[in-house]
């Protein structure tokens, strides 16, 4: 049987290089794993994202390309941690002979952080005043923590212990409470009337009527149009 020879350093190093930062394998045999260094721990908790965000777990996977007596002195994370997941770490140090080693190595994270959860099932447009609270809830790549504010609202239904990320969490086009004028077209037929802004989905404007019914429309020259059927 032969036996395949060494790859190059370069060469591997040029192909992690243009390999994504986050990556995984369907249907390979799960690599060896090791705890990170301190000193690769110490680069990527430099490169966490997220306010608040922690390193909940940091393994290396030990792979040929790795040189195991390179007593590593230096670590550098290409890109901002956003989330959980695999990425690519530069390393480089001394080897046990006094040269200089360097290599690139693959290393799986998890990312925990606070962030907003429902605390009861909203509707789209509901107000999230007094509707979530504040969790350490592990982030996960496509799912952005929501930045919420005093009139923020959910733009589509969540379940209640659901975290609010940016998907689902956007401002009104009208501000609560903020007068407007309606106009309620129907045919050729058109009624003005004024409302008040209402909590709405995103994209949409809501108003409530003198007569307590919510309308939703088309903010137009600051008039909230709406189409009755």
Known sequence: ?????????????????????????????????????????????????????????????????????????????????????????????????GGHCDAWIWVRVRVVAPVAVATRALRAGDSLENAYDTEERELRAGHTPAAIGPSSVVTRAVAAGQILDGAVVGEPTLRPGEVVKVLVVSGALTIEQTGRGAPCARGRSCAVLASGKQVEGELVDGRLVVQSP
């Open 1 to 97: 049987m032969m036996r395949a020879g060494h790859i190059a350093l370069p060469i591997v190093a040029s192909a992690w290089l243009s390999a994504p930062a986050f990556a995984g394998t369907r249907g390979a045999e799960p690599a060896p794993t090791a705890e990170v260094t301190p000193v690769v721990r110490h680069a990527l908790e430099r490169a966490l994202a997220a306010p608040g965000a922690r390193l909940d777990s940091a393994v290396e996977e030990r792979g040929a390309a790795r040189p195991l007596d390179c007593h590593v002195s230096e670590a550098e994370v290409a890109q901002p941690i956003e989330a959980s997941g695999r990425l690519a770490v530069k390393i480089s140090g001394r080897a046990a002979h």
